[in-house]
């Protein structure tokens, strides 16, 4: 079965505008979560989403947003780009327990 | 508090058994994984063991986990060369898709 798909795969974006990354999950899984991955700072949680609901919560500030579909498919928004958002973007889409990665959208700040 | 610690490198000898550790602090961890990930690729779950388990065995992966100390291993037996990358130990709950990583371990496979 087809697995987690993120796009883009890359992105170039200047200081001060938007993104929106988009993550379709697992045919199925209903939880999608979001993570950010820098070289400083590791493997960062942004959020859940479950049957379009936001579940959980990390600690970024509020330019961070996203949304899930009745389908499933979430997207994330970043307002307001820093230079500091450079990272790359995973989305893991869960059923119970066991939690698949997308390849993730490499996202440049410049 | 949620922390997960691993050591950042590791090299080994094409042939040889690698065995990555990592410690964490949340007692009401679920489950706990173990995710590989290669430059430029997104992470691969390679295999994960419920909190109640000991031991997990995979092909050539083995998993160790003692509660008590909150020490998870992962061994990697007949090391090759396709198995050098980045190994992510993770823990999580079950109903909720929210993990807590650790830094990352580089393993380096030298033929």
């Known amino acids: 079965k087809a697995g987690v798909t993120q796009t883009p795969r890359y992105l170039i974006k200047t200081r001060g505008q938007q993104v929106t990354l988009s993550c379709s999950p697992i045919?199925?899984?209903?939880?999608v979560s979001w993570y950010q991955q820098t070289p400083g700072q590791g493997l960062q949680f942004l959020f859940e989403?479950?049957?379009?609901?936001?579940?959980n919560k990390g600690n970024f500030p509020g330019r961070f947003s996203g949304r899930q579909f009745s389908n499933s498919r979430s997207e994330m928004n970043v307002s307001t780009l820093e230079l500091g958002d450079s990272a790359l973007y995973l989305c893991?889409?869960?059923?119970?327990?066991?939690?698949?990665f997308g390849q993730g959208t490499r996202l440049t700040v410049v | 508090g949620e922390d997960v610690e691993q050591s950042l490198f590791l090299s080994v000898r094409e042939g040889d058994s690698s065995v990555i550790n990592c410690t964490y602090t949340?007692?009401?961890?679920?489950?706990l994984y173990w995710y590989k990930q290669e430059p430029g690729a997104g992470l691969q779950l390679l295999t994960y063991?419920?909190?109640?388990?000991d031991m997990k065995q995979d092909q050539r992966l083995t998993v160790l986990l003692n509660k008590k100390d909150k020490h998870l291993s992962l061994r990697i037996a007949d090391t090759q060369t396709g198995d050098s990358a980045i190994y992510f130990c993770?823990?999580?709950?079950?109903?909720?898709?929210?993990?807590?990583f650790g830094s990352g371990t580089k393993l380096n496979v030298k033929p």
């Open positions: 893991a889409s869960s059923l119970s327990g066991e939690a698949f």
């Open positions: 045919s199925g899984h209903r939880s």
């Open positions: 989403y479950f049957s379009e609901t936001q579940r």
């Open positions: 949340d007692s009401s961890s679920t489950y």
């Open positions: 063991i419920f909190s109640n388990m």
């Open positions: 993770a823990e999580g709950g079950y109903n909720f898709n929210k993990f807590y």
